[in-house]
């Protein structure tokens, strides 16, 4: 029998060695197939090649083969690997806005405490010209770039400030930007403590730390965690946070790979700031990775109740490598793995088929079980534990925020209104009165605004299927009628949608005077997410029934 076994190894390590061998085989045999080619191209091609531009666009080309996470960096992109990794960049802090009315681009919101609010830049100034270099005609893209630069290194700045028709050149020198990961948090009712965390940028748990230590200090007895459109960040600075709240010695998450040697188990190193304390982790679609990776291990070692809907489902790890002449390179080593032992990747990337993807199908979704024996889901992203859907963004309020060319009515308007208020209300309590909505309301129909109706848009669909089906003039009174009782009322929308409104011309208009985090702030009366979160913490037994073994 030891015989056998013995044979049956060899003959299996000899058939890995010849697979190995064969592989290795493969890998030289086409890059040499590869470096032939391109020199041969360069040698005999009619015109001459840029080989920066060609080599490139193979590599990328590679990349489109894999997972939409690993990505390669040239030299002239390496900018933006930086920012990737440390969420900092050198320029002013300052968001801002193409006007397409005139093509110009505009301040639309300094960054407190950033080298433009500090030059006194305000909502609306127009950027004519970089160090006399003109930016008029030009796009944000263009025009961010020369805005950035080398942290300590000085520009001078033209701009109109239409308020006053005053042309005014300032010199500004740029610093170290990174917006903050906690841009606000604060105390509501009932001593339900709030905390925004909008990126896992590193230090970020360090910022969470001191506002739970400073809220506790005030009074704070249960905490609400917004995660929402959050992208992810540092799985280490994730650790750190789950650790804030989970004892000492707990599994958090495992990263699985390739390599076995290079796999890692992340557990809880240190004593927590508070275990007992009630926490609801608010999460969505926007919530992903290191999100995913704190919520789901709250949620699986039951320390917290999720509130929301389902997350993005991203359940890879990506490493960083430095490469040849100044570039780099991202590349997704691991799934990982919370401590029910899920993985919450959602989507399968399937590289035989030119990089397409696919989600998991739900009979492949195996069963886990949190801590008190919660049955949870791998493979679809977190679920929440109480699903809260927001309010949907109807056609007229798209087109009036949610971007494209006719999201100027709305910055004209929300500039005109700060121009002529020096001050408002404290973030929480500012809210436009009727008069002041009344008034957009006359601005946006005295305006150039239109928008795609989308009820007209399937009539027109339906009446020319019924002309190609023949049952048209059958059934044109029919048509008429519904055309008439469709008839394009933006004033009767702008009142119809009046609310929904008000809130992003609300939220707009603060963050000119209290910047993100008064906007922020001004946005949780209305919130119905946030709203859950404060019902749950305010009534333990709903709260501890949610956590609680199923019977």
């Known amino acids: 029998m030891k015989k056998i076994l013995v044979l049956s190894f060899l003959l299996c390590s000899l058939s890995m060695q010849a697979q190995d061998k064969n592989r290795h085989l493969e890998v030289a045999k086409n890059l040499e197939i590869f470096n032939t080619v391109y020199k041969q191209l360069d040698m005999a091609y009619v015109d001459t090649l840029n080989p920066h531009e060609i080599i490139t666009y193979g590599i990328d080309a590679m990349m489109s083969m894999l997972d939409p996470y690993t990505e390669y960096y040239p ?55 970089i160090d006399d270099e003109s930016m008029e005609g030009k796009k944000t893209d263009y025009v961010s770039n020369h805005l950035r630069g080398d942290a300590g290194t000085s520009f001078m700045l033209k701009i109109r400030r239409p308020s006053t028709g005053k042309i005014m050149k300032m ?13 606000y948090f604060g105390l509501r009712e009932n001593g339900i ?87 609801v982790v608010l999460v969505n679609g926007g919530s992903a990775s ?45 799934k990982y793995y919370i401590p029910s032992g899920r993985c919450i990747q959602a989507v399968n990337y399937k590289r035989e088929d030119g990089g397409s993807r696919e989600q998991v199908a739900d009979s492949l979704r195996k069963t886990f079980y949190t801590l008190n024996g919660r049955p949870v889901k791998d493979g679809r992203g977190i679920m929440p534990d109480v699903e809260i859907k927001p309010d949907s963004m109807t056609n007229i309020v798209y087109y009036l925020v949610g971007g494209r060319d006719s999201s100027d009515v709305v910055f004209e308007y929300v500039n005109e209104y700060v121009n002529r208020h020096p001050t408002i209300a404290p973030a929480k309590d500012f809210e436009l009165t009727d008069a002041e909505y009344e008034e957009f309301k006359q601005f946006v129909l005295n305006s150039s605004f239109k928008y795609d109706q989308e009820t007209e848009k399937y009539l027109k669909q339906l009446e020319e299927l019924a002309k190609f089906e023949g049952y048209y003039n059958d059934a044109k009174d029919d048509f008429d009628s519904l055309r008439k009782k469709l008839t394009h009322d933006m004033a009767r929308d702008l009142d119809f949608n009046k609310e929904r409104i008000k809130r992003y011309l609300e939220s707009d208009i603060v963050s000119a005077y209290y910047f993100d985090g008064g906007a ?32």
């Open 75 to 129: 030299e002239e992109n390496i900018k933006d690997y930086k920012y990737l990794l440390t969420g900092k960049y050198a320029g002013i802090g300052a968001l801002i806005h193409y006007r397409f009315k005139d093509g110009t681009v505009v301040i639309d919101q300094p960054m407190a405490g950033m080298p433009a609010a500090e030059a006194g830049l305000k909502k609306g100034d127009v950027i004519l010209s």
């Open 171 to 183: 010199k500004i020198t740029r610093k170290l930007i990174q917006s903050p990961a906690v841009p």
């Open 193 to 279: 403590g709030y905390l925004n965390l909008n990126s896992f940028s590193d230090g970020c748990s360090t910022d969470v730390r001191r506002a739970i230590v400073e809220m506790r200090s005030k009074g704070m007895k249960s905490l609400l965690l917004d995660l929402r459109g959050n992208g992810g960040g540092s799985e280490k600075e994730a650790v750190e946070i789950v650790n804030m709240f989970v004892p000492k010695g707990r599994l958090v998450v495992q990263n699985k790979g390739k390599l076995e040697r290079a796999n890692r188990t992340y557990m809880t190193e240190k004593e927590p700031i508070d275990s007992v304390m009630p926490i």
């Open 290 to 334: 290191a999100s995913e990776i704190t919520a789901g291990a709250l949620q699986d070692l039951d320390r917290a109740v999720i509130v929301g809907t389902q997350t993005f489902g991203k359940g890879l790890v990506q490493i960083t490598m430095d490469m040849p002449y100044n570039s780099a390179m991202k590349v997704t080593t691991y």
């Open 520 to 551: 922020l702030e001004n946005s949780l009366k209305n919130d119905k997410q946030v709203a859950e979160g404060i019902r749950l913490l305010s009534t333990p037994e709903d709260y501890r029934k949610i956590l609680e073994e199923p019977k």
